[in-house]
């Protein structure tokens, strides 16, 4: 056996991850970080029988538990040929390689159950983290897979991947498929705290900020000395020495333990005098029992005002509940300055390479189709069917329409390309979509 040559303090890896000011934060993990949150733990299925499949890019702190948990228990991590990871592939290779573990971001998990609900198929334990889990995709993939061990997960890359998880029950016809799924207790060698403004802890059920400590803390952001020294802190209830991380997120925690998350600090926004936390918007929405999915943005009107926008998609059995019939539900819930100024329904939400809602690739509030030319042969009245299909349209598309400004992005893509395979039977890739965003220009693609 080879003799260690390294420090646990040794640095392990860099991770960049976006800063507030434009530049990147570069996250500099040591060993002890990485070997403390995979070792030793039975938050996930580790052992030599496992077969681990890349969901994430290898920028992403997630790959590092999915490599790494593999290997240092000498398991099997199935590598995907690209640079970023795409739904069928991940179908594909689950079945083919038989995959007993994967771990994916909200947004590809709540992807791959609605659309390739199978890639779970010979899977014992799958974990979904990154954003906040839907409570209604969690409950319809465990009635589907009854095997299926499932666990929400929570942690920055600040901290190397999980820090809190909760493994969630077996669902039975009494579970409410709308309430929030818990972020769970810190995992072994890793450390919480939910503290208010004066680093002091909170009672259960108080809104506090989540401020970790244990192994998988970072050395801090390589060659930023003073972001460091913001966000790591000296511990104030620990041993000499040891630091919290203060993450920025909001929590409470039950008296058993168990945390739920509240949202950003930092994306609370003032609208007409009231301080709001979109997240309770976010919150809202998901009680109406024909959502699945939902997120905010603010933009400013020409008066140079703050408006609130709300997305949201729906499930496949209620697709015709309308953004006004939502409005109407969601002032019988919350005062008037909560109501979103736009809601706008999408088919599903755009995603970013490390799976997490893309907010910048969101179409702005009352998207419409161009003036473009009508279908001119039977090619293009095939692909304008298909894309309003695909985009869940309410008017017809035209042949000048742009995928992409419709709303559509990758996983739609993805679901495009396939629908196009099946009903015109040709070699069509995701790449020909996106080099081709129109159905005119598709169509002159696939006849020459």
Request: glycine share 8%.
């Amino acid at each position: 056996n080879p003799v260690p040559g390294g420090h646990p303090e040794d640095g392990a890896s860099i991770m960049y991850t976006s800063g507030s000011t434009g530049r990147p934060k570069a996250i500099l993990t040591p060993h002890r970080a990485l070997t403390g949150t995979v070792l030793n733990q039975d938050y996930a299925t580790f052992g030599p029988d496992q077969r681990f499949l890349q969901c994430s890019p290898v920028s992403w702190d997630a790959f590092s538990l999915e490599f790494w948990g593999a290997l240092l228990h000498g398991a099997t991590c199935v590598l995907q040929p690209g640079q970023r990871p795409e739904p069928t592939l991940i179908n594909q290779l689950a079945h083919q390689h038989r995959i007993t573990m994967l771990q994916l971001s909200s947004s590809l998990f709540n992807y791959l159950t609605d659309e390739h609900p199978d890639t779970f198929t010979h899977t014992q334990h799958a974990s979904t983290g990154g954003e906040p889990a839907s409570p209604t995709h969690t409950h319809h993939l465990q009635k589907q897979h009854p095997h299926l061990t499932l666990t929400n997960g929570y942690g920055p890359a600040e901290s190397m991947g999980y820090t809190t998880t909760h493994t969630l029950p077996q669902p039975t016809t009494h579970t409410p498929t709308n309430n929030p799924v818990p972020i769970g207790r810190p995992i072994t060698n890793k450390h919480t705290y939910i503290l208010d403004t004066h680093l002091q802890p909170v009672p259960p059920g108080v809104t506090g900020e989540i401020y970790l400590a244990g192994t998988g803390l970072a050395h801090g952001y390589q060659h930023q000395p003073t972001l460091t020294a913001t966000h790591f802190i000296p511990n104030p209830y620990g041993p000499p020495g040891t630091r919290l991380y203060r993450t920025g997120d909001l929590a409470h925690h039950t008296p058993n333990g168990q945390l739920h998350y509240h949202g950003r600090t930092d994306h609370q926004i003032k609208i007409r005098g009231f301080r709001i936390e979109p997240t309770e918007i976010h919150n809202a929405l998901l009680q109406h029992p024909h959502i699945t999915q939902t997120t905010t943005t603010t933009t400013t009107d020409t008066t140079g005002n703050t408006q609130l926008n709300a997305y949201a998609t729906l499930h496949p059995q209620h697709t015709t509940t309308t953004p006004t019939q939502l409005r109407h539900w969601l002032r019988n819930t919350l005062p008037d300055h909560l109501i979103p100024t736009h809601i706008t329904i999408l088919p599903k939400l755009p995603l970013t390479p490390n799976g997490k809602i893309d907010h910048k690739a969101l179409p702005t509030p009352h998207t419409t189709t161009t003036q473009g030319r009508p279908p001119r042969t039977p090619q293009e009245e095939i692909l304008c069917t298909l894309y309003t299909q695909t985009l869940n349209l309410t008017h017809p598309t035209t042949i000048d329409d742009n995928f992409f400004d419709l709303g559509g992005h990758s996983l739609l893509a993805a679901k495009l390309t396939t629908r196009i395979r099946t009903t015109l039977h040709t070699n069509l890739t995701i790449r020909d979509i996106f080099q081709n965003p129109t159905p005119a220009t598709l169509t002159h693609h696939i006849t020459t």
